[in-house]
């Protein structure tokens, strides 16, 4: 059972080292190029999203890869703005 344990904590430090590694230059570079809004943020916002990007690395440099962009909202009121309705 000890050596399971020891397996799984082992992969869960490789996952979240490699989290932190990529999370790095995805805070500086990427996280603008695959969200606006986050054009000219500070510090201290990627510092409070950094916990996020290590634990969802894969997903998040798979947008980056691929170029994603936030996926558009569709809803009844922006369909009724978009045919010129009030």
Not at 11 to 20: I, K, M, N, Q
Not at 51 to 63: N, Q, S
């Amino acid at each position: 059972m000890e050596p399971i344990v020891n397996l799984m904590v082992l992969a869960a430090t490789l996952y979240l080292a490699l989290g932190l590694l990529f999370a790095l230059p995805f805070l500086w570079r990427g996280l603008p190029k695959i969200d606006p809004a986050a054009v000219g943020t500070s510090w201290r916002f990627r510092l409070l999203i950094l916990p996020g990007v290590v634990t969802l690395w894969p997903l998040m440099a798979v947008r980056w890869l691929r170029g994603s962009t936030p996926p558009y909202e569709r809803s009844a009121h922006r369909d009724a703005a978009a045919k010129g309705r009030p």
